[in-house]
């Protein structure tokens, strides 16, 4: 074994070699011909602290992902065979693995519907059970809702090199719309079969590739790394979010811990206990997150119907990782032209699923005028929106 192999820096800064060699011409061949015995020195964690150099490096992040796939493509025999730690099948990232296996069945499932469609896109039956089966494989998406707002957070507080989670993110988020896309083009009387096949190849390829990288390289580091009472934490926090397809039976909750002392609260115009505070908040039709000025989540409401997934996860949590990569400087942005007081509040609205959504963000500030924060305000205004006139009388 040649000495650069000796060390996981020597190991890294080949791999970095060999990346930049693929940023700048896109092949590889020759250090693969130069390198055969490097190929199969390198192990899974490897791959973990190389992507989180190169997005410590700036490179945009589709080049990153394009980047990824043909890295990985090169040490895939050599990831695989890599002796794993295996989880318990009812701990959180067994339960995770359960669904990634009902996932692959429900594509293996897809597959011959797809082809069957691709010779005979005129037929009616082929097309209904094709978008049937695309909106059963929607459901899997759930699965990385969890790993967003429950796994995610615990590794960026755990890892130093986490950033590789955001080329995952960004790559669930392409399935996500991929998905959503090829439903809709199933709606449609006449399908771009063209562009349907490549949206189709890219949800097999992408859902299968993430899979791999799960079991094989994360899920493996996480358990070598992260306390099994903090995983069993987070399979609470997965339970009630729902997993998709396999759930585990209903994991004991930890009674909730008063840190007062005092009944009460006083609030300046009033006092409450906790509870009568935490009543009021989730009552609320809306969503609210506050953002200290640290840039760290400190509290969510949680009420009856929310708009937006939120777990305890998220505490503590740096603001500019619970976003896309894609969408994540419009945060930033908003969080600095509050800190330098040169906006007060920032408003969005879209629509989904059918609702009308207003997210709406607001500056703290104290008594002196200095910044303490952001409030996020998340309301559905369906509703507001279709009021007119006047009602003054109670019709209840």
């Known amino acids: 074994m040649s000495e650069f192999?000796?060390?996981?820096?020597?190991?890294i800064a080949k791999l970095m070699e060999l990346s930049h060699l693929l940023l700048n011409t896109g092949n590889a061949q020759s250090f693969i011909r130069e390198n055969e015995g490097f190929i199969d020195s390198v192990i899974p964690t490897d791959f973990i602290t190389l992507f989180d150099e190169l997005i410590k490096d700036g490179h945009p992040m589709e080049d990153i992902k394009v980047l990824t796939n043909k890295v990985l493509n090169i040490f895939h025999a050599s990831i695989e065979s890599y002796q794993r730690i295996e989880p318990a099948p009812d701990s959180f990232l067994g339960v995770l693995e359960q669904n990634n296996h009902e996932m692959e069945l429900v594509l293996n499932k897809?597959?011959?519907?797809?082809?069957?469609?691709?010779?005979?896109?005129?037929?009616?039956?082929?097309?209904?059970?094709?978008?049937?089966?695309?909106?059963?494989?929607?459901?899997?998406?759930?699965?990385?809702?969890?790993k967003e707002n429950v796994l995610f957070p615990m590794i960026e507080k755990t890892w130093d090199d986490y950033r590789c989670l955001q080329i995952m993110w960004s790559f669930q988020d392409d399935i996500r719309r991929n998905i959503k896309t090829v439903i809709s083009q199933l709606s449609l009387e006449d399908i771009d079969l063209k562009s349907f096949n490549r949206y189709v190849g890219?949800?097999?390829?992408?859902?299968?590739?993430?899979?791999?990288?799960?079991?094989?390289?994360?899920?493996?580091?996480?358990?070598s790394t992260i306390s099994e009472k903090e995983l069993d934490a987070m399979n609470r926090e997965g339970f009630e979010m729902g997993y998709p397809y396999i759930k585990p039976p209903k994991p004991v909750s930890q009674e909730a811990r008063s840190i007062l002392e005092n009944g009460q609260i006083n609030l300046g115009t009033g006092a409450l206990s906790v509870e009568q505070i935490k009543l009021v908040f989730n009552h609320l039709p809306v969503d609210i997150t506050y953002v200290d000025e640290n840039n760290k989540v400190c509290y969510f409401s949680n009420p009856k119907k929310r708009i937006f997934p939120r777990t305890t996860a998220i505490i503590g949590r740096e603001v500019s990782n619970c976003h896309p990569p894609e969408s994540v400087h419009v945060v930033e942005e908003i969080v600095e032209s509050f800190r330098k007081g040169e906006k007060e509040k920032a408003d969005f609205w879209i629509q989904m699923k059918g609702n009308f959504i207003f997210i709406q963000y607001f500056a703290v500030r104290d008594e002196k005028n200095n910044y303490r924060g952001v409030i996020e305000v998340s309301q559905e205004i369906s509703a507001i929106k279709?009021?007119?006139?006047?009602?003054?009388?109670l019709d209840w």
């Open 110 to 146: 897809i597959r011959p519907v797809f082809k069957a469609f691709v010779k005979d896109a005129k037929n009616a039956m082929l097309k209904k059970e094709l978008k049937k089966l695309f909106e059963k494989l929607e459901v899997f998406v759930k699965h990385y809702t969890i």
């Open 386 to 393: 279709a009021l007119e006139g006047e009602k003054r009388l």
């Open 202 to 223: 890219d949800i097999f390829f992408n859902m299968h590739a993430i899979k791999f990288r799960e079991e094989q390289i994360l899920f493996p580091y996480i358990l």
């Open 5 to 11: 192999t000796n060390t996981k820096a020597k190991r």
